[in-house]
């Protein structure tokens, strides 16, 4: 798999600690929001997702928040895992359209 | 398991010649997306389908990109000719898209292109 060395905010948590990952999507007419992992070396894989009628979305261990006020979307993660360690990207979607944020880098320290 | 194929992994060519990635979605999807990730950039839409109908292809320089769905089981991204501010990874992502959400994509583990 491939990925880039990317310059992005980072997040550093205690393993076992929980993660709380912000995202800022930039159009108030998208309709679903997707947030994404990225390991190294590996392309982006499904989290979890929510549609704009939403504004909580809960899974294993994450849950996502929807904030159309604003239009910001958080990624929490739970009791943070050095598995979680990663590249975290939240994605919005408007007529068919899925477009990226910059990501976040989430590092676990054990 | 059903996956996301993408070919080459890796390419290095030098500057003016012409670079072919291609791309093999998951049957049974209807969308493919092309994204170039840079560490400058993040993740950039390039051109994504629906069908094999191109729908937009806006994010692509024009001049040197071309994206195809020849068939449903294969998409590719062309670039003629290549230059070195293309260095990047390229990944394809594959979706089963209803009215117009695209939902959940897929990617493939990328394609990772050098240009001397």
């Known amino acids: 798999g491939e990925s880039v060395g990317l310059h992005l905010p980072t997040l550093s948590v205690q393993e076992g600690d929980n993660s709380i990952i912000n995202c800022a999507y930039s159009?108030?007419?998208?309709?679903?929001f997707i947030w994404y992992k990225q390991e190294s070396g590996k392309g982006p894989q499904f989290i979890i997702d929510?549609?704009?009628?939403?504004d909580k979305r809960q899974g294993q261990r994450v849950t996502v928040l929807l904030n159309k006020t604003v239009k910001h979307l958080s990624l929490q993660i739970a009791a943070t895992q050095p598995g979680d360690s990663a590249v975290y990207f939240c994605?919005?979607?408007?007529?068919?359209?899925?477009?990226f944020g910059a990501g976040t880098r989430l590092t676990v320290k054990p | 398991d059903a996956r996301v194929t993408q070919t080459p992994r890796h390419k290095v060519t030098e500057m003016g010649q012409e670079v072919t990635m291609r791309c093999q979605p998951i049957?049974?999807?209807?969308?493919v997306f092309w994204y170039r990730q840079t560490m400058m950039q993040g993740l950039e839409l390039l051109a994504y389908?629906?069908?094999?109908?191109?729908?937009?292809d806006s994010g692509m320089p024009k001049d040197r990109f071309s994206a195809e769905m020849p068939d449903a089981t294969l998409a590719t991204l062309k670039i003629q000719p290549s230059e070195p501010r293309d260095s990047a990874v390229y990944f394809c992502?594959?979706?089963?898209?209803?009215?117009?959400?695209?939902?959940?994509?897929?990617f493939g583990e990328g394609s990772r292109l050098t240009v001397l």
């Open positions: 992502a594959s979706g089963l898209a209803r009215q117009s959400s695209t939902g959940e994509l897929f």
């Open positions: 159009n108030s007419a998208s309709d679903y």
């Open positions: 929510i549609r704009s009628n939403m």
């Open positions: 994605a919005e979607n408007l007529n068919n359209d899925m477009r």
């Open positions: 049957l049974g999807h209807n969308t």
């Open positions: 389908f629906r069908n094999r109908a191109p729908l937009d």
